[in-house]
């Protein structure tokens, strides 16, 4: 965990990742933070498909905590892969042993790509410890159908929306809960149904006022024919300044 530390905090104020899409991020922040203005809709992944709002919240808290200072960002990004790096070495001692959980931490820790990508501010950051819950929380449900690992497993996939690299979490988890369902509480499973569906309200909303503009780049995406074309870029660019 020290040297996780070491690696991840050291000259983290001039180290960390500021990009364009870092500057448009807590320009969208601003909104919640100085003008208290809520948001319906979040970025934009490959394929056009918009996401929920549900990392401009979570910047807002921390913006709100680091007293409108960007690092608060970083810290955050660097202080969760150092998690991970407990995590890891805890849970791969549960699953299988010491020896291997320690070699696990430590490739981890050290490796130079995981360490620049704990020091990306926007959602990247948040697969390794994303993966690692989807596949503890899989593997407890296997032998227990606790609430709290459904639950668990319902906020992987409320956060796995904001990556597209990450949804593919949410199909191993429906997967399992669709073989293990026999196995499963139905009112268990609604509860982690209403989770996942609640942090779309705020997207549906935007739907209903912008005339279904992220159903319909679902359908464009699932299209032969793009027929949504760059004239929904130019729609949701301009309704960021209405999406409250």
Same mark, same amino acid.
């Given at each position: 965990?020290?040297?996780?530390?070491?690696?991840?905090?050291?000259?983290?104020?001039?180290?960390?990742?500021?990009?364009? =899409?870092? =500057?448009?991020?807590? *320009?969208?922040?601003?909104?919640?933070?100085?003008?208290?203005?809520?948001?319906? $809709?979040?970025? +934009?992944?490959?394929?056009?498909?918009?996401?929920?709002?549900?990392?401009?919240?979570?910047?807002?808290?921390?913006?709100?905590?680091?007293?409108?200072?960007?690092?608060?960002?970083?810290?955050?990004?660097?202080?969760?892969?150092?998690?991970?790096?407990?995590?890891?070495?805890?849970?791969?001692? +549960?699953?299988?042993? %010491?020896?291997?959980?320690? *070699?696990?931490?430590?490739?981890?820790?050290? !490796?130079?790509? $995981?360490?620049?990508? !704990?020091? $990306?501010?926007?959602?990247?950051?948040?697969? %390794?410890?994303?993966?690692?819950?989807?596949?503890?929380?899989?593997?407890?449900?296997?032998?227990?159908?606790?609430?709290?690992?459904?639950?668990?497993?319902?906020? $992987? *996939?409320?956060?796995?929306?904001? +990556?597209? !690299?990450?949804?593919?979490?949410?199909?191993?988890?429906? /997967?399992?809960?669709?073989?293990?369902?026999?196995?499963?509480?139905?009112?268990?499973?609604?509860?982690?149904?209403?989770?996942?569906?609640?942090?779309?309200? %705020?997207?549906?909303?935007? =739907?209903?006022?912008? =005339?279904?503009?992220?159903?319909?780049?679902?359908?464009? /995406?699932?299209?032969? +024919?793009?027929?949504?074309?760059?004239?929904?870029?130019?729609?949701?660019?301009?309704?960021?300044?209405?999406? /409250?």
């Amino acid at each position: 965990a020290i040297v996780s530390i070491a690696l991840r905090f050291y000259n983290l104020n001039n180290w960390f990742f500021f990009n364009v =899409d870092e =500057d448009w991020f807590l *320009f969208i922040v601003r909104k919640l933070v100085v003008l208290k203005q809520p948001l319906l $809709v979040g970025w +934009e992944m490959p394929g056009g498909l918009l996401t929920t709002p549900v990392m401009y919240y979570v910047g807002a808290i921390l913006l709100f905590i680091g007293s409108n200072n960007p690092i608060i960002l970083a810290v955050n990004a660097a202080a969760i892969s150092v998690v991970t790096t407990v995590l890891i070495y805890i849970l791969g001692k +549960e699953l299988f042993s %010491p020896r291997i959980a320690l *070699f696990a931490s430590i490739i981890f820790c050290l !490796s130079y790509l $995981v360490n620049i990508y !704990s020091r $990306v501010t926007l959602s990247l950051y948040l697969g %390794p410890l994303l993966s690692l819950i989807t596949y503890y929380t899989l593997y407890k449900m296997k032998a227990s159908s606790r609430l709290i690992w459904l639950i668990m497993l319902s906020f $992987v *996939f409320v956060f796995a929306t904001q +990556e597209g !690299s990450l949804i593919s979490l949410i199909a191993l988890g429906s /997967f399992f809960i669709y073989l293990y369902r026999k196995h499963l509480n139905h009112k268990y499973l609604l509860v982690v149904g209403t989770i996942f569906v609640l942090s779309f309200v %705020p997207l549906m909303i935007f =739907d209903l006022r912008h =005339d279904f503009l992220a159903f319909r780049r679902v359908l464009g /995406f699932f299209s032969v +024919e793009k027929t949504l074309g760059n004239h929904t870029n130019t729609a949701i660019a301009s309704s960021l300044s209405t999406n /409250f």
